[in-house]
């Protein structure tokens, strides 16, 4: 069964401190992943996007790796931000027709002062 | 542009009543997706739609129906409501491939 994994659950972090945020998966035959940034009482947003040969790209303060042969990616966030307290999402797409993405449960981030 | 569009945001059900969760979009996409996401767990596939006029059941479909019948709406149906069912729902649209637009979600409370 395809399964992507998230570590930690939670994390609290003091501002202007970096962190990061792990995804292990076992979705076959896959695609690319994603990270997504979700706010309370929003749609995940996309943040990253890696395909098999990608093994790293960023946007802003957000650094997303992906090593395809251990099958784990990253999402290091640098000089944090209290805008930066979310839900941070892995989601994995499997290489079909349909494009059918397996989500992680998130990693819960929260950005003291 | 609106992007993808749900209604109502919040909604409180009785056991038994029956609902429809409206989804809009209006960047002609032809993928379409219902989504439940439950406390701490990853969002869950619900039915999915690659164009109008076709539907397909995904890993929890029990409990709903969804139809097609524009490219640009795609609505999911609670015909008996049960407390199971309680969740925040998501729709989203891509046009194949990489790109996936999430609405802001409808939270259902059946009691």
């Known amino acids: 069964k395809n399964q992507v994994e998230q570590s930690p659950q939670s994390l609290i972090i003091l501002e202007g401190k970096n962190c990061t945020l792990q995804c292990n998966y076992t979705v076959s035959p896959f695609s690319n992943l994603r990270w997504y940034k979700q706010d309370t009482g929003r749609g995940p947003v996309s943040l990253t996007i890696?395909?098999?040969?990608?093994n790293t790209k960023s946007n802003g303060r957000y650094t997303a790796t992906l090593d395809a042969d251990t099958k784990q990616s990253s999402l290091h966030i640098t000089a944090s931000q209290l805008s930066d307290s979310a839900s941070y999402i892995c989601?994995?797409?499997?290489?079909?027709?349909?494009?059918?993405?397996?989500f992680g449960g998130g990693t819960r981030l929260m950005v003291k002062p | 542009n609106a992007g993808v569009t749900q209604t109502p945001k919040f909604r409180i059900l009785k056991i038994g009543q029956s609902m429809t969760l409206q989804c809009t979009q209006d960047m002609n996409h032809n993928y379409m997706y219902w989504y439940r996401q439950d406390p701490g767990m990853g969002l869950k596939l619900i039915y999915y739609?690659?164009?109008?006029?076709?539907?397909d059941k995904g890993e929890v479909p029990n409990g709903y129906n969804v139809s097609r019948s524009t490219t640009e709406d795609f609505p999911l149906r609670l015909e008996l409501a049960a407390p199971s069912q309680t969740s925040v729902y998501f729709c989203?649209?891509?046009?194949?491939?990489?790109?996936?637009?999430f609405g802001s979600g409808t939270r259902l409370t059946v009691v």
């Open positions: 890696m395909t098999f040969s990608e």
């Open positions: 989203a649209s891509s046009p194949g491939g990489k790109s996936y637009t």
């Open positions: 739609s690659v164009g109008a006029g076709i539907t």
């Open positions: 989601v994995v797409s499997e290489g079909n027709a349909g494009n059918m993405l397996t």
